[in-house]
């Protein structure tokens, strides 16, 4: 398999808790992305990394939000003290030097009782 | 905040037409935008994407067109089939100066298909 992958797919867990995400990128991608995504919306930006440096992060990227990616391959994201308002898609986006070949996993799906 | 919106939630259309998806964007500093596909319980899948330098773009079944003076987008599906059904997005990604590569995206369309 060639494309990104995200795992788990499926994640509930009680309010409170912590939760961590995984994202591999497609191997020759230097740049990723995380995204969330709430029911009926579009993604929503929320940190770059390019190889292990994170570039860029969102405002919504609270101090709960935690992204990493210590080797320039796979990323983290871990989410400490859920809140129910944390239940959404998280999806991870990966490409190469140019924008062309933007490609993203199927998600996380989070949600927290 | 500058965004990119979608008009209408809901296309209903016939098996066999054509499908126009439409898209407003407000920030004129835009100048590359992409539609992506999203069928449920899966990420955004490219369709097709189209720089501010062109004002039509096609791909196989699908074609997009960039109105700059009105600031819209379109997508035009050639005979809708079923395995189209899904929900439809646009994405800005302006080319400024330090551009990390990050999308906006609108609110999305959903497509649905009559057989």
């Known amino acids: 398999d060639t494309g990104v992958s995200q795992n788990p797919r499926h994640k509930i867990t009680k309010r409170g808790q912590n939760v961590t995400f995984r994202c591999d990128p497609i191997s020759e991608h230097n740049r990723l992305y995380w995204y969330r995504q709430t029911l009926g919306q579009g993604p929503e930006f929320l940190t770059y990394?390019?190889?292990?440096?994170?570039?860029?992060k969102s405002r919504l990227l609270s101090d709960r939000f935690s992204a990493e990616r210590p080797k320039g391959s796979f990323s983290t994201l871990e989410i400490q003290r859920t809140e129910q308002g944390d239940s959404a898609m998280y999806l991870c986006?990966?490409?190469?030097?140019?924008?062309?070949?933007?490609?993203f996993g199927s998600g996380t799906r989070l949600t927290v009782v | 905040g500058e965004s990119v919106g979608l008009h209408l939630p809901t296309l209903s259309v016939q098996e066999g037409d054509n499908s126009i998806i439409n898209c407003a964007y407000s920030n004129s500093a835009s100048d590359y935008f992409i539609w992506y596909k999203q069928e449920s319980g899966k990420g955004p899948q490219f369709i097709i994407d189209?720089?501010?330098?062109?004002d039509k773009r096609q791909g196989q079944r699908v074609t997009v067109l960039l109105n700059k003076t009105v600031k819209h987008l379109s997508l035009q599906i050639a005979a809708t089939q079923p395995g189209d059904s899904a929900v439809y997005f646009c994405?800005?990604?302006?080319?400024?100066?330090?551009?990390?590569?990050?999308?906006?995206f609108g609110q999305g369309t959903t497509l649905q298909v009559k057989p």
């Open positions: 994405a800005e990604n302006p080319f400024r100066s330090g551009n990390t590569g990050k999308l906006i």
């Open positions: 189209i720089r501010s330098n062109m």
């Open positions: 990394f390019q190889n292990e440096a994170q570039l860029e």
């Open positions: 986006a990966s490409r190469g030097g140019g924008i062309y070949g933007y490609t």
